[in-house]
Every structure is written in structure tokens, then in C-alpha cells.
């Protein structure tokens, strides 16, 4: 059973970039047809899909995010890590990542991913 561990600050000051790490066990980056997402939950609102990094290392990111978002990861390692920039007290929330097999753009239903993180609440502070 695969794994997911967040990990990265509590607090960020507005205009700054919000760092995450995802720590991966129990299962590969690189895993065929494997692909790794963020998603967040602002307080009081529905879970926000932010983008995800596949196997192969291809990303796709939400729309509405993609111009301040960079998601990368160390194979090495076997974690991948989340950038949004120019962040403001509307990326407060609690972020998460997540495992699915297929790429799944987009996808908010939690039952289609077959790992979570606990998840991290990250506060923007103005």
C-alpha cells in the first residue's frame, strides 16, 4: 500500500512562494501509468484540484493556478514537490497529494485515488 507524507512550513508571508514536499513509500514515481497530485481545501469550501506530475515526469496544472504553480520531483528520493507563487490569504487551505493510476486531470472525487497524505494546512499571512 503506497504511502504519502506532506511535509513544508505552517505559515507564509503574502507575495512569498509556498514550498511542500511529498514523500513517497511503498510504491515508485515511476510506476507505469502512476500519477501524483496536489489538491487543496481552502477552510469552508470544496476540495481545489492543483496539479499533478505523472510518471513520466509530464505536469498538468489547474487553469486557474498554472501561471504561479511548478511541480516537480527528485526520483532519487522518491518525492515530489509543490511551488505556487505569489501566494496571497486565498491559498490558505489544507494541501494534500495523492496517488492515482491514470492521469486524471482535474479530478476532485477522492475515490478515484487510491493514496492520500494526511494532509498540511499552509496559512497565508497578510
Known amino acids: 500500500q503506497v504511502q504519502l507524507q506532506e511535509s513544508g512550513p505552517g505559515l507564509v508571508k503574502t507575495s512569498q512562494t509556498l514550498s511542500l514536499t511529498c514523500a513517497v513509500s511503498g510504491g515508485s514515481l515511476t510506476t507505469s501509468t502512476s500519477a501524483w497530485h496536489w489538491l487543496r481545501q481552502p477552510p469552508g469550501k470544496k476540495l481545489e484540484w492543483v496539479g499533478v506530475i505523472a510518471y513520466d515526469g509530464s505536469t498538468y496544472y489547474s487553469q486557474t493556478l498554472k501561471s504561479r504553480t511548478s511541480i516537480s520531483r527528485d526520483t532519487s528520493k522518491n518525492q515530489f514537490s509543490l511551488q505556487l507563487s505569489s501566494v496571497t490569504p486565498e491559498d490558505t487551505a489544507v494541501y494534500y497529494c495523492?496517488?492515482?493510476?491514470?492521469?486524471?486531470?482535474?479530478?476532485?472525487?477522492?475515490?478515484?485515488?487510491?493514496?492520500w497524505g494526511q494532509g498540511t494546512q499552509v496559512t497565508v499571512s497578510s
Open positions: 495523492a496517488r492515482s493510476d491514470g492521469l486524471l486531470v482535474g479530478a476532485v472525487d477522492t475515490s478515484l485515488y487510491d493514496g
